[in-house]
């Protein structure tokens, strides 16, 4: 299994530039989730989903657009980029049946916008 | 409404030595809790959780994890420290009625262990 994989790695936009970062997770997790990592404000829920056809927001979700149609897969999208999207950005995902199930991390897009 | 404290942003201890990374929660009803560990540029790993019923909790790389219900804490412990254990560690809770994913994190404590 290749666990949660995201693509890019990388990327720097310009402010109002839109994009879409990739989520994909080959363990029919039904719990997915996007969380934003900034220094010592550890990490943030944007957005997430119980399932396919089942988003809901997080805590910070201004800016920010999901959507699930598959099981596999939740892309994040960044509607008009602006300098406070500027984050590393994580998927993760869990088993939604098992109350205690671990999140599993995809290793991150470090995202910069100038 | 669920929340998380990691009281100390930095921890330095020596190789060989005991280390503990403090967490504390707050959640309405019976928490789960979790401890994650980030190597720099990668994602997070876990590390172990709480299981209802156990205080004291093993997980990966000799770690463990000390449940106290009346101080509401679940402290992360190892009893010799290696250099190679000098990572991010986050601690996160989340309420029984919760959505199984839908966790809070602490802000992080860095783990140094010098040799």
């Known amino acids: 299994n290749a666990g949660v994989t995201q693509t890019p790695k990388f990327q720097v936009l310009k402010t109002g530039q839109s994009m879409t970062l990739q989520c994909a997770q080959d363990m029919n997790h039904e719990y997915m989730s996007w969380y934003r990592q900034d220094p010592g404000m550890g990490l943030r829920l944007i957005h997430y989903s119980v399932g396919a056809g089942i988003t809901d927001q997080g805590e910070v979700p201004n800016g920010y657009n999901v959507s699930r149609s598959t099981t596999e897969d939740f892309p994040l999208r960044l509607l008009s980029a602006a300098p406070s999207q500027t984050s590393v950005y994580f998927c993760a995902s869990s088993q939604q049946a098992v109350r205690n199930s671990p999140l599993h991390f995809g290793n991150g897009t470090r995202l910069t916008v100038t | 409404a669920q929340s ?81 254990d000098s990572a991010l560690y986050f601690c996160a809770v989340r309420d029984h009625n919760t959505n199984a994913g839908k966790s809070t994190f602490g802000d992080g404590t860095t783990l140094t262990v010098k040799p």
């Open chain 2, 4 to 84: 998380v404290a990691q009281p100390e942003d930095q921890v330095n201890v020596a190789e060989g030595n005991p280390l503990t990374v403090k967490c504390t929660y707050s959640v309405s009803g019976n928490p789960y809790l979790f401890w994650y560990v980030q190597y720099p540029n990668r994602g997070l790993q876990f590390l172990l959780k709480y299981i209802t019923g156990d205080n004291l909790v093993k997980g990966s790389y000799g770690f463990e994890a000390e449940f106290n219900k009346s101080q509401t804490s679940f402290h992360l412990k190892k009893p010799s420290a290696l250099v190679s």
